[in-house]
């Protein structure tokens, strides 16, 4: 399969954060609507919130990975948080959440009104949900689930957020060799598996658009800021290393976690 052109990721926007607005209670990460000094909305993901910045790190990379493949994802940008920042904030959770993340963080652009992604009520393409599915497989993504969807319909369109779960080998970090040829077994729980009836198509089509030069590019432009292992003397330069050897074995092997992927389904359907 030829790959198409695709233009080397060349990184996010850096913005101020200079208002924080309100704490969006969902899960363990307590992210915030904020607004930056360009005069968006962002839904901030903190770096001293759940799993740091390891959260963020995936994040990044799965949400430009999701973007090359034709996928609707909202604009990631960095956001600065200073250290004067929500010394007005009355809450003591969300004070020590903001000391602990003054420094560089990640926003998602704030889509305005848009709805979560229901299964029963909204209809999705087929090919689209064979895409996410296979995006997923591919990242390792524990969470896309009918409990939590972690998807949006803005504009009448899917759109894709959260993706802060994603490639959790780095959590141990040891065995990362092993989770790369993962045939991934928790596909069985994506919510979009028994509409993906497309699974071939979005293979040969993620082989197009996905090359080890794009994959290298998204994961060079993580902050080395984010890439520095509590009780480790890895260098970022290391951290990296692991991660374009994870994504670029996992998409040579995928078909190991794509053929579990159609076992799944028809086990389902």
Known sequence: MTAEIIK??????????????APLREGGSLPALAEAD???????????????????????IGGEIARALGLKVPELVFLDVD?????????EEIQDLLKASQGLNLGLH????????????????????SMVVWLDAFLTNVDRTVRNTNMLIWNKELWLIDHGATLYFHHSWKGWEK?????????????????????????????RRLSPELLDSIVDAVPDEWLNHEGSD????????????????????SQIFINE?????????
């Open 83 to 91: 250290e004067d920042f929500g010394r007005t904030e009355g809450d």
């Open 234 to 253: 890895e260098t970022p330069d290391d951290i990296r290393r692991v991660y374009k050897e994870f994504l670029n074995g996992r998409l040579v092997n």
């Open 38 to 60: 360009d005069g968006f909305k962002y839904v901030l993901k903190f770096r001293g919130a759940g799993h740091g910045a390891k959260a963020l790190v995936a994040e990044m």
């Open 261 to 269: 992927a159609k076992n799944a389904r028809q086990a389902l359907i």
């Open 110 to 129: 704030f889509l305005n009104s848009a709805l979560t992604f229901d299964p029963v009520v909204n209809k999705v393409d087929e090919f689209e949900a």
């Open 8 to 21: 080397p990721f060349d990184g996010l926007r850096r913005q101020q954060v200079t208002r924080y607005i």
């Open 179 to 207: 989770a790369m040829m993962s045939p991934f077994p928790y596909i069985k729980d994506h919510t979009l598996l028994k509409y993906a009836s497309k699974l071939d198509e979005a293979e040969e089509s993620a082989h």
